[in-house]
């Protein structure tokens, strides 16, 4: 089955078409990224995400010369504080019923469009666009989102801190 052909029936433009794909994508990963992860680990690595980016951008440029390298060390540093600080940073969404599954889904959206959007910031333009409509890169990687895609997750915690606390 060709999505496109199906989205180009409903009358929407191949790049509108691309960039509901991609939305497409991401949730379904989102879904089952948090599924996966779980509540108790949400909160550890979108930590380990920042730690990973902060990292980064104080890492000499002479020893990474290339896009690949960048990704990797990001990557890695998530992977390798998520693996060695299984304690370190033990913070959970609590809460259980219909809410819940709710805030485990939206941590998770949050968390993988901020990956997301790291990721498309270190590689060149010319590449990421290969892979994705310059809209959606637009709203991942300029400066404006870029800097609402790291903002995003810490509201949400504190709105769902605070909801908790009530």
């Known amino acids: 089955m060709n ?22 994508v991401i949730a379904l990963v989102s879904f089952i990224y948090g599924m996966s992860i779980g509540r108790s680990r949400l909160i550890t690595i979108l930590i380990n ?50 809410g819940f599954l709710w805030r485990v889904f939206a941590m998770s959206f949050l968390e993988v469009v901020l990956m997301l959007s790291v990721a498309l910031a270190l590689v060149p333009k010319k590449i990421a666009l290969g892979y994705i409509s310059p809209n959606s890169y637009g709203y991942l990687v300029s400066e404006n989102f870029a800097f609402l895609w790291m903002l995003l997750p810490l509201v949400f915690m504190f709105m769902i801190h605070k909801k908790i606390l009530r």
């Open 3 to 24: 999505l496109s052909v199906i989205f180009s029936q409903m009358g929407l433009s191949a790049k509108t078409a691309q960039d509901v794909m991609l939305f497409l």
């Open 49 to 98: 995400i920042y730690v990973s980016v902060a990292l980064l951008s104080v890492f000499p440029k002479a020893i990474l010369p290339d896009y690949t390298y960048n990704l990797i060390l990001f990557f890695g540093v998530i992977i390798l504080l998520t693996i060695l600080g299984r304690k370190m940073f033990e913070i959970q969404l609590s809460g259980s019923g219909k």
